[in-house]
């Protein structure tokens, strides 16, 4: 059953977009023995901004795959100039952003697909991981949580980091697992400083990846 927001979604787009997120859940499964733990956290409607660790460039299908909505990303505006490319993740709704960031014109779009109820995927360290650890948080999420008074969605996935770390060519075949985990309210956000916020976002991630380790070692 679709949700609430994919009802307004041009038919195309749908398609495409269900028809990707398909394509990629079948080679999650056979190459990759993906699993997701907890999608049912994600609202099934209303706007919520995922934030997920950043192990891989395999990453951004990795988190919205297994969800039933629709998802958001943001991609390097650099990554439209390429026709095919760019044409898949237009059609994906992804948001181009700056090299050197959101900028404003970044900021401005994703708040406007928050506010019209999307769900967007941020990696709040900001960069790929170059251990496999989770790095420390960025604070651009908490301008984007407060201003659209959306939830957060702490998500951790394991095993990316083993098929393609950063600065790899060609991934290795590696179980991977995907944990979703209990989301901070917008009342909560709108409650706690930027400090006690990222503190608070970091335990539930971990929480998330230390899940995801237990399944892939299971």
């Known amino acids: 059953m679709a949700d609430s927001n994919t009802g307004r979604k041009p038919l195309v787009k749908y398609t495409f977009y269900a028809f990707f997120r398909y394509l990629f859940r ?6 990759f023995k993906y699993h997701c733990i907890g999608r049912h956290y994600l609202p099934r409607s209303g706007g919520a901004i995922i934030c997920a660790n950043h192990q891989s460039h395999l990453d951004p299908p990795l988190v919205g795959m297994a969800p039933s909505r629709h998802c958001i990303y943001l991609a390097r505006k650099t990554l439209f100039n390429n ?3 760019g044409f898949i993740i237009a059609n994906l709704d992804a948001i181009p952003l700056n090299r050197d960031g959101m900028g404003i014109e ?3 779009a994703t708040l406007r697909k928050l506010r019209a109820g999307e769900a967007v995927v941020m990696f709040p360290e900001g960069t790929r991981t170059k251990t496999g650890e989770l790095q420390p948080l960025k604070s651009g999420f908490i301008t984007l949580a407060r201003r659209s008074k959306v939830p957060l969605v702490p998500c951790g996935f394991v095993g990316a980091y083993q098929c393609l770390p950063k600065g790899g060519k060609l991934p290795q075949f590696e179980r991977i697992r995907c944990v979703y985990g209990p989301p901070i309210s917008a009342e909560q956000v709108a409650e706690m400083d930027d400090e006690a916020l990222i503190d608070l976002l970091t335990e539930r991630m971990q929480e998330c990846i230390a899940q995801a380790e237990i399944s892939r070692a299971g």
């Open 106 to 108: 970044g900021i401005k």
């Open 83 to 85: 026709p095919l490319f």
């Open 26 to 31: 079948l080679a999650g499964l056979l190459l």
